[in-house]
Structure formats: C-alpha cells, structure tokens
C-alpha cells in the first residue's frame, strides 16, 4: 500500500511513499484542488526566516538539541525548547548546567533571553513555524534500530500540525527514516485541517544530521558544517535558510535520504577503522610491539594516512550504534554488510580482550583475578566530559566483577554511575589519592582524562593496564608494572 505522493514539485519527481499500515490518504496535487493561499505558503515561511519572525521548536535539549537552540537562539530566532524531562526545563529556569562540557554561559544566557523558552507542554509545537527533532535513537535488545523516540514525536508533532510548518529530523537513522516512519505517522495523527497538505507546498519536511561531538574544543555547533536534504527542494532551501541563522557553514545536498547515508557513512567510517588499529593491537601486541608508535610513525605520511587510535570498545551515542542501523536496514533489501558487521564483531570484542590483558598481568605478579582489587580509572567514554552513552567503562566493570575481581571506579567528572542501556552498576566515584591507588592490586586506564596525576598513579600502582597510552610519559619508570591493552 503507497500513500502519496504527498512530494509535489515540477523540477524533481520524487517516489511516492511507502506507508505504515494505517488507513488514511494523503494526497497529492493530482488529488486536491489547491487553494490560492498553498502557493504562497512556501515565500510566506521563507520571509519569516528571512525576518527572524519565524519560531524555532527544538524537541530535545540534550547534547544535541540545547546547542543547536542556542545558536540558532543567537541567530536572531526565537526558540521554544521541548523535552519530556522536567528536570532539564527546571534547570534551565534556575540557570543550572546539565550538560558540562557547554560551559554555564549557554543556560546562563538561554534562561535570560525573552527569545526563549524551555516546556515540556508539546501542545506549543502548534506555535511553531520551523520544529527540529534531535531526540535519541538507541538500539533495541537484539541490537535492532529502536525508532521509538522519532515515532512518539512524530505522533505528538501531527497533533497540531498545520500548514506553513518546516518539521526538520536531526537524529541519526537509517535512509528514508524521514520519508519512510517519521513522515506517515506525522500525517495519520494530523487534525482533519492538516490531512490535505502538501508536501513541498503547504508543509515542507527535511533531514540534517546532527554532529557534535560534546567536549571538542576546536568546533562547535555554529562551526561544524552542516548538511540539509528535503524531501523535495522547498524543504531543502527552507532548511537551509533555518540553519544560516546560527551556522556557519550549510551544505544542501539533493534529497533526505543522501542527508541520512552521509550520516551513517561517516561513523561507520570510523568505526571501521578503529576496528582495523584494534585488530592491529591485538596481532602487534603478541610481537611485543607498541601499536600506538606505529600509528605515531604511519602518521608521518603526508597523503594516503589518516590515524586511528585502538581503545578498550566504541563509545558514545553515535559510532557504536549507528554501523547497527545501516545492517538492519541492509538485511531489510536483501543486502549483506559483511565488512561493517565484521568491523562490528572486533570493536564488541575489545574489552573482554582488556580483561585477559588484565587478567595476565595479575597472574604475572602472582594475583589471580578473582578477589583482586581493581581500580578503573574513568567512566566517560571520552576524554574530559561526563558523557556515559555507550562507555566501553561500563562493560569493563561487568566482565570484571563477573570473573570476581572487586572494582571501584575514579572519574571526576562522574560522580555516580548513571543508569545506561545495558547497565546499573549503582557506583560511587573515588578520589585519586595516593592511599587510594595503593590499596588496589590494579589500576586500569580507560578514559584517559586530563584532569588525572598520571604521575601520582605512576608512583603509587602496584600494577597499570592502560588502554589509552595514558601513561606514555612513564614507561622507563614502571618497567614491568605497566602493560598495554
């Protein structure tokens, strides 16, 4: 069953749409008889953008969503910001920072502003002329996309749609998310006014994905480009238009769904590779050689070379999940990903191989690992934030605990483990004293942060397993109480 077309523009045809399996029609010029006022509806929202009389709807203030308000907020636009936790609207108000690595300027400045404003009432979103989704999408138990976030708010966003609104889609996903899921359930739950529109006349929809990447000091969502495909090429300059308020550098590119591969491509690329050096460690470290030399030394290359770094596991929300969404949607059309899932299958295998680095190094100092004191030093998945999503530090904790070894953590930007996907380890961070490093038989780098006295851990470790040539400086010193993972 095909609803549609819905897409309606003379210079590019576009397929009709595969629909959920709901009973409505969407239609499309050949089915409705136009009024006057849909031809104008495209310049009338061009001009309130032009004339930052437009309003700017941001579902999701997380690390995506809360810096993407603020520059388009500083762009001259008035923003309403959206989220269904009121902890993060209560914080805003008493101008509170959440979301550390942004710095306290940005709430400071949101909160003051009578530009903005942050709700958890989605009834607004009917105030909205321009309404950008930047919500999570996580997978599910077996590793499946889970859309769930994009389809609730698109059933929330249908409840008071109306024409002359741009619904934009930033959350990373598979191609034709936006055409294909977002766009049907956004329709089925329109009010009777909105079944008629049009896509491209009367309402315009887009994709641009986002890219932060949080605790980076040399970009910043103003600076990262930013790429926009509409399901037709109204959207796309519509979007466009948007983002030029608050970025710097905006790429429209010919539909949605290149907008949505381009995404996927660059993290896969990523993971790929980290997936290559990880492979090269684990063969370069049984010929007891230092693959983070040989990276250093291949990076000396001027052309052909870009460096990688091996780790203890992917993290963050992007480059371990999104390689899942592109297999799933590849099985889907009969396609094998052979290459991405293998790419898969190492960096997944990373921290059980850390932990029989662990292991041996315990057994080589006479220490079993069961009943052995372990100290993992960092819980984010990153250097320098507190962002958890996906932290190899998380799995670390479990397999060691499941082989009995009794473990703490240090992380002082983590305080307590939050509750993530796969885990609830319900820990409390410890100080790095020197009394502390010397009570535990191990030490394990896994988030080298800066904020750490590498030469207090140096001095004091009985024993260091590090996973991030954290402890480069010390080599000489630590000899044989230092083994690389």
């Given at each position: 069953?095909?609803?549609?077309?819905?897409?309606?523009?003379?210079?590019?045809?576009?397929?009709?749409?595969?629909?959920?399996?709901?009973?409505?029609?969407?239609?499309?010029?050949?089915?409705?008889?136009?009024?006057?006022?849909?031809?104008?509806?495209?310049?009338?929202?061009a001009?309130?953008?032009?004339?930052?009389?437009?309003?700017?709807?941001?579902?999701?203030?997380?690390?995506?969503?809360?810096?993407?308000?603020?520059?388009?907020h500083?762009?001259?636009?008035?923003?309403?910001?959206?989220?269904?936790?009121?902890?993060?609207?209560?914080?805003?108000?008493?101008?509170?920072?959440?979301?550390?690595?942004l710095?306290?300027?940005?709430?400071?400045?949101?909160?003051?502003?009578?530009?903005?404003?942050?709700?958890?009432?989605?009834?607004?979103?009917?105030?909205?002329?321009?309404?950008?989704?930047?919500?999570?999408?996580?997978?599910?138990?077996?590793?499946?996309?889970?859309?769930?976030?994009?389809?609730?708010?698109?059933?929330?966003?249908?409840?008071?749609?109306?024409?002359?609104?741009?619904?934009?889609?930033?959350?990373?996903?598979?191609?034709?998310?936006?055409?294909?899921?977002?766009?049907?359930?956004?329709?089925?739950n329109?009010?009777?006014?909105?079944?008629n529109?049009?896509?491209?006349?009367d309402?315009?929809?887009?994709?641009?994905?986002?890219?932060?990447?949080?605790?980076?000091?040399d970009?910043?969502?103003?600076?990262?480009?930013?790429?926009?495909?509409?399901?037709?090429?109204?959207?796309?300059?519509?979007?466009?238009?948007?983002?030029r308020?608050?970025?710097?550098?905006?790429?429209?590119?010919?539909?949605?769904?290149?907008?949505?591969?381009?995404?996927?491509?660059?993290?896969?690329?990523?993971?790929?590779?980290?997936?290559?050096?990880?492979?090269?460690?684990?063969?370069?470290?049984?010929?007891?050689?230092?693959?983070?030399?040989?990276?250093?030394?291949?990076?000396?290359?001027?052309?052909?070379?870009?460096?990688?770094?091996?780790?203890?596991?992917?993290?963050?929300?992007?480059?371990?999940?999104d390689?899942?969404?592109?297999?799933?949607?590849?099985k889907?059309?009969?396609?094998?990903?052979?290459?991405?899932?293998?790419?898969?299958?190492?960096?997944?295998?990373?921290?059980?191989?850390?932990?029989?680095?662990?292991?041996?190094?315990?057994?080589?100092?006479?220490?079993?690992?069961?009943?052995?004191?372990?100290?993992?030093?960092?819980?984010?998945?990153?250097?320098?934030?507190?962002?958890?999503?996906?932290?190899?530090?998380?799995?670390?904790?479990?397999?060691?605990?499941?082989?009995?070894?009794?473990?703490?953590?240090?992380?002082?930007?983590?305080?307590?483990?939050?509750?993530?996907?796969?885990?609830?380890?319900?820990?409390?961070?410890?100080?790095?004293?020197?009394?502390?490093?010397?009570?535990?038989?191990?030490?394990?780098v896994?988030?080298?942060?800066?904020?750490?006295?590498?030469?207090?851990v140096?001095?004091n470790?009985?024993?260091?397993?590090?996973?991030?040539?954290?402890?480069?400086?010390?080599?000489?010193?630590?000899?044989d109480?230092?083994?690389?993972?």
């Open positions: 069953m095909t609803f549609g077309p819905w897409i309606d523009d003379d210079r590019r045809r576009i397929k009709p749409i595969v629909a959920l399996p709901h009973h409505h029609h969407f239609p499309s010029r050949n089915s409705v008889t136009q009024t006057a006022t849909s031809s104008s509806t495209h310049d009338d929202l001009s309130k953008i032009a004339d930052n009389s437009a309003t700017i709807g941001v579902i999701g203030l997380g690390y995506v969503g809360l810096p993407l308000a603020h520059a388009l500083r762009g001259g636009l008035a923003a309403i910001g959206f989220d269904v936790d009121q902890r993060k609207i209560d914080a805003i108000a008493a101008k509170e920072n959440y979301l550390r690595h710095g306290d300027e940005m709430i400071v400045d949101l909160a003051d502003s009578d530009r903005f404003e942050a709700t958890t009432d989605f009834e607004k979103l009917g105030e909205c002329d321009v309404i950008i989704i930047a919500v999570p999408t996580p997978l599910g138990r077996h590793q499946e996309p889970d859309l769930s976030y994009i389809t609730d708010t698109a059933k929330r966003i249908g409840k008071t749609l109306r024409a002359g609104q741009l619904v934009i889609l930033e959350s990373t996903t598979y191609p034709r998310t936006t055409r294909d899921e977002m766009l049907p359930v956004m329709m089925a329109a009010p009777a006014a909105a079944k529109l049009v896509v491209g006349e309402l315009f929809v887009a994709f641009s994905p986002e890219r932060e990447d949080p605790g980076r000091k970009h910043s969502t103003s600076s990262i480009p930013k790429l926009v495909g509409g399901l037709e090429a109204n959207s796309t300059a519509l979007a466009a238009a948007v983002y308020k608050g970025i710097a550098e905006v790429v429209e590119v010919a539909s949605a769904e290149i907008a949505e591969s381009a995404k996927l491509l660059e993290n896969i690329f990523r993971a790929v590779n980290i997936a290559l050096v990880n492979e090269m460690k684990t063969v370069l470290t049984e010929m007891d050689i230092d693959v983070w030399e040989v990276v250093r030394a291949a990076s000396t290359k001027p052309f052909g070379f870009m460096p990688f770094y091996p780790g203890p596991g992917l993290g963050g929300h992007c480059i371990p999940i390689p899942f969404y592109l297999t799933w949607k590849a889907e059309v009969g396609c094998t990903t052979r290459f991405i899932e293998l790419a898969g299958q190492v960096n997944t295998a990373m921290p059980e191989y850390v932990i029989d680095r662990c292991a041996a190094a315990l057994n080589e100092h006479s220490k079993p690992i069961k009943g052995s004191k372990i100290l993992v030093l960092g819980l984010a998945y990153k250097p320098d934030v507190d962002d958890t999503r996906e932290s190899p530090s998380f799995e670390l904790i479990k397999i060691l605990e499941d082989r009995g070894a009794l473990v703490e953590y240090s992380d002082p930007h983590i305080a307590e483990t939050p509750r993530v996907r796969k885990h609830d380890l319900k820990m409390t961070s410890i100080e790095l004293t020197p009394a502390n490093i010397k009570a535990f038989d191990c030490v394990l896994a988030t080298n942060h800066a904020a750490f006295d590498y030469g207090t140096a001095a470790a009985k024993l260091i397993v590090d996973t991030r040539d954290a402890m480069r400086a010390f080599h000489d010193e630590l000899g109480r230092l083994v690389l993972a």
